[in-house]
């Protein structure tokens, strides 16, 4: 058994891995996600790095008794539990800024698609050989408000690149950087004014129990009707039923999701019906809704593609190996904990 297992690696890791055969030398390769099923074969491990599939909750590190370091290979750390963490005196690490410009730009490959209809029209002309205009008609984004909640690395480049279509920019963020402000040329305002004023309202918080249904059912119907709402931060951060009641009803005119609540769960549902299912049913009831949401004509839904870029995936992958080399040197970097 070697030091670290490395969780969830696909093909192109594998490959991409093979450069750095010294790192190699101390890494096992797991192509599985970490699961009550197969924990067993992780608990000798010291050092894990897993993508956003492991769920590492109390219950499961209990049962990974010489844990002692968790690097995860994406930025968000939702996924663990860094509480119950820092109690067992286990580190955890993210990759910080590998997907700042990733993101931000499939932020505005997503609103472009919505708003010109451009699948539609794609669509049509290949499937059907039809060239009509009729129901492909958009919106400009010149001149329009784009709310960007969330103003932090991924935020501040959405900000960059709306001031490229002269859009007017509103942002909320619980730390406000003023600097930012005045350099950039946006205006914080209130999460209420935001979702008041915005025509397209885009999300680059992490998910946390702060961020937890920061978009609710008490503050969607603020929402500006006909807006448009884009998620490529984290789905449990907008209540899916809420959301789909404003989308059934026409007051947001449509979203586009990169993520979604319960999207584990939508991937393996198999599993979720074989559980508890007095204990699921909440999930249940998203999943469920998720399916409704991507049949809908005025929603887009994408498999959590924004990080996926050659250039963000080396930065991951070059990051976790200098994460875990520097954890075995005894000096951690990148902690969220
Ligand atoms: P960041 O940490 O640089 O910025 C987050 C911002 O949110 C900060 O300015 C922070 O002050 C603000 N914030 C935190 N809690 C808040 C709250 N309760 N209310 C208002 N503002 C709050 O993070 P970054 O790099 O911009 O990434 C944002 C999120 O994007 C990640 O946490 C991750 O979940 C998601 N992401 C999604 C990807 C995908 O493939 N779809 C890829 C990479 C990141």
Redesign the pocket.
Known sequence: MKKVALLEISDWEKEALQKFPEFLAIADLYSESLSSENIEKFQDYAIISPFINSRFTPEVITKLPHLRYITTR?????HIDVDYCREKKILVSNV?????H??AE?TFALLLCLVRKIYDAYHRVREEGNFSLENLRGRELFGKTLGV????????NVVKIAKGFQMKILA????P?KEKEKQLGFTYVS?EQLLQESDIITL?????S??HH?LNSNNIPLIKKGAFVIN???GGIIETEALYQALKSGQIAGAAL??LEEEKEIKEEQELLLKDRLNETEKLKNVVLNHILVDLDNVLVTP?????TEEALHNIIVTTIDNINSFLQGKPQNLVS
């Open positions: 994406s930025t968000g750390f939702d910080p800024a590998y997907g700042s990733t993101v499939y909640i969330g103003t932090g690395r991924i935020g501040t909320y963020d619980r730390y950087d999460l680059h918080v992490p998910y946390n702060s961020t920061l490529t931060a984290r990169d993520v959590h593609n924004a990080f996926n």
